[in-house]
């Protein structure tokens, strides 16, 4: 089975190369799962309802979220009616919506995704390490294959959560500095992993804003707009090769046998 998980989608114009690039993008690497982080969708901060639905009619299957996930105000309503979209499963257990799905795949392989975020530098949440104990234990035994979004700001905290999973789950996939990391490997029990995805956007920018007021805002600390850049459009995200035919993992699940960088550029 091949798995595509898209790094943080920003603006329009990481909306535009998705787009653009998506649909050749499954034919040619025979894809059968798409994921992707799309908390950056709305003009780098937060998503709509539209947007969301724009993506997933694109043929990404499941839209994760963090720290962002509440930016846009209408998303409140619209979250608890589409399944497809996840905030961070830890956050708290009144906020609407959920941080798991459960599908079936274009070749008829059942799979979860979990999205949870971190805690160092961000928001305080519940602790990711026993939300991703409870939320796995919850899991149908059918579900073949589980890929997790680990949206965090340290480095230190995303491998710890990949190695803690390792032999649990399928792919452990960070996203969230929009920087893509060199880490990709699988881990010894089965588990794909790498600190960063990236970014889908605009990558001659300062993580996908404008240069210039965020330079500005370095020196001076005075509040200002960010606006998403439009230089050097790039799709960033990892392909992930599971295992069919060999021994599962201790969990039952498939086992990642490859992960691999992609990055595309626009036209």
Not at 71 to 92: G, T
Not at 210 to 222: N, P, Q
């Amino acid at each position: 089975m091949r798995v595509l998980f898209i790094g943080d989608i920003v603006g329009s114009p990481g909306r535009q190369i998705v787009r653009d690039r998506l649909a050749d993008l499954v034919e040619h690497q025979h894809i059968d799962l798409v994921i992707a982080n799309g908390e950056n969708a709305a003009s780098g901060f937060g998503i709509t309802p539209k947007i969301a639905e724009d993506l997933l009619q694109l043929g990404i299957e499941v839209l994760t979220g963090g720290n962002h996930s509440w930016d846009r105000k209408e998303i409140f309503d619209y979250i608890p009616h589409q399944p497809r979209l996840l905030r961070p499963a830890n956050f708290a257990e009144a906020t609407p919506g959920a941080g798991v799905f459960v599908g079936t795949a274009k070749n008829g392989v059942k799979y979860a995704v979990l999205n949870f975020q971190g805690r160092v530098f961000l928001p305080p949440n519940d602790d990711p390490f026993k939300k991703a104990d409870s939320e796995l234990a919850k899991l149908p035994q059918d579900v073949a294959l589980v890929v997790v979004d680990i949206h965090a700001e340290t480095t230190s905290e995303k491998v710890a959560f990949g190695w803690y999973l390792d032999g649990r789950v399928t792919a452990v996939v960070g996203t969230h500095t929009h920087v893509t990391t060199a880490d990709e490997r699988v881990l010894p029990n089965g588990t794909a992993y790498i600190t960063d995805v990236g970014m889908t956007g605009p990558h001659e920018s300062i993580i996908g804003m404008d240069r210039t007021a965020i330079i500005k805002k370095f020196m001076d600390g005075l509040p200002t707009r960010f606006e998403v850049a439009t230089g050097d459009v790039q799709m960033n995200a990892v392909l992930i090769e599971t295992d069919d035919v060999g021994p599962r993992n201790e969990a039952g699940r498939l086992r990642a046998k490859s992960v691999g960088r992609l990055r595309l550029r626009a036209d």
